[in-house]
């Protein structure tokens, strides 16, 4: 079954916000106050031995460390660019390849990659309010990640917001639901509140909004009707329908998280 669920993406905010603070453009506490919407508190543990030994934080089962030592570790590594991972099944664009860190990135759908670092960064809900970033040590050599213009990124989810609407009024399972703008909208607003650092490009802040309205669509798309359940051959068509859009979303936040990681690099 294709999973379109929508879920948050800390690692979106977590990747640019690393990046600001790695170029100098953002305060430490900025970082952590921006992590703060996506949960009460932030603990962070190495994955394995290998990840202890090259970045110093705590092995699972021991106390656990804070985001500002995995700041440190990140500080002492060599420099370069964060890379946002965002993978479903099917699609497993930005993974360094098999090992650790892939495996959990594809379990919980996202994660950070440091790439010149040797670093990779997943996180989980693991209490209620508690959100914990376990880190990874990723050998290299890693591959160049896929660059997609964030122009191009933008006008495919326009081109699949419009393909899908069209679809699914032809398999007849886009029906009209009384109160599903009032899902949106109530979707959006339950969404944690993203703060991004001065400079964030303009374009790659409209993506990202973008992204979150296409996700709370697909949400709303994959919901029936009450007393209206479809059948298991139309559930199916829905799904895969809306597979591209889903796709769409993953590659324009990728996209828009790029742009701004780019903004924040050295000249």
Do not use: K
């Amino acid at each position: 079954m294709i999973n379109l669920a929508p879920v948050p993406r800390p690692s979106a905010t977590f990747a640019v916000w690393s990046s600001a603070w790695l170029a100098g453009s953002a305060a430490p506490d900025d970082v952590l106050d921006a992590l703060v919407p996506w949960a009460d508190a932030h603990d962070v543990v190495a994955a394995d031995e290998p990840s202890a030994a090259a970045t110093d934080l705590p092995l699972p089962g021991a106390p656990v460390s804070s985001l500002t030592f995995l700041f440190a570790a990140l500080r002492r590594a060599p420099r370069g660019p964060a890379r946002l991972v965002l993978t479903a099944p099917g699609d497993v664009r930005g993974l360094p390849g098999p090992g650790p860190f892939g495996t959990a990135v594809i379990t919980a759908g996202e994660g950070v990659l440091f790439a010149e670092a040797g670093v990779g960064v997943v996180p989980s809900t693991v209490a209620d309010g508690v959100l914990r970033w376990t880190v990874f040590a990723v050998p290299g050599p890693v591959a160049p990640a896929e660059y997609v213009p964030i122009g191009e990124a933008e006008a495919e989810l326009r081109s699949q917001v419009r393909q899908s609407t069209s679809l699914l009024t032809e398999l007849g399972v886009a029906r009209h639901r009384p109160g599903v703008r009032e899902e949106i909208a109530a979707a959006l607003r339950a969404r944690p509140a993203s703060h991004w650092p001065g400079g964030m490009p303009g374009r790659a802040l409209r993506v990202l909004q973008q992204a979150d309205e296409v996700e709370a669509i697909l949400a709303a798309a994959l919901v029936d009707e009450p007393g209206g359940a479809l059948s298991a051959s139309a559930a199916t068509a829905r799904r895969e329908a809306l597979r591209p859009l889903d796709t769409a979303v993953r590659i324009a936040r990728r996209a828009a998280v790029a742009e701004a990681v780019r903004t924040y690099a050295p000249a």
